[in-house]
């Protein structure tokens, strides 16, 4: 499994065998190994084939399904999310409410948006209040 986890990341990566081992510094025969599932890469090179290719060692070590969200050129921050992170974004996405909540901020003035986070931070020290009693 680990070895088509590498494999699919290094492709949408748009990297070569060659590429992959270059940044192991390791031979290409000796990665494709790795692809083929004869050989374990050590921990450090899973880290470091998972900053090559934009993903998760979680990803690559199959502990999760998310690689990461949109392909690497529409994410050129190299974003990482968490699979909590992936949830709460679709179920804002899928909730009209909280999505225009949204776009309400990312549309305000900086003054606006001060003054949305300045009421956001008083609900959130009242619940707190409200849970610590």
Do not use: C
Not at 34 to 51: I, N
Not at 69 to 84: A, F, H
Not at 86 to 103: A, K, S
């Amino acid at each position: 499994m680990l070895g088509e986890r590498l494999r699919s990341a290094r492709e949408r990566a748009r990297k070569t065998q060659a590429d992959a081992a270059r940044h192991l510094g390791i031979t290409r025969p000796a990665y494709s190994q790795y692809e083929a599932g004869r050989r374990d890469p050590d921990t450090e090179s899973v880290r470091k084939l998972a900053e090559l290719f934009n993903v998760s060692t979680d990803y690559l070590l199959n502990r999760t399904n998310h690689n990461i969200g949109p392909e690497p050129e529409n994410n050129p921050m190299g974003i990482q999310l968490t699979d909590k992170q992936v949830t709460l974004l679709r179920e804002i996405r899928d909730d009209p409410e909280w999505l225009g909540m949204f776009y309400d901020f990312a549309n305000a003035t900086d003054e606006e948006k001060r003054m949305m986070l300045d009421i956001w931070a008083s609900i959130r020290k009242s619940i707190k209040h409200s849970h610590d009693n």
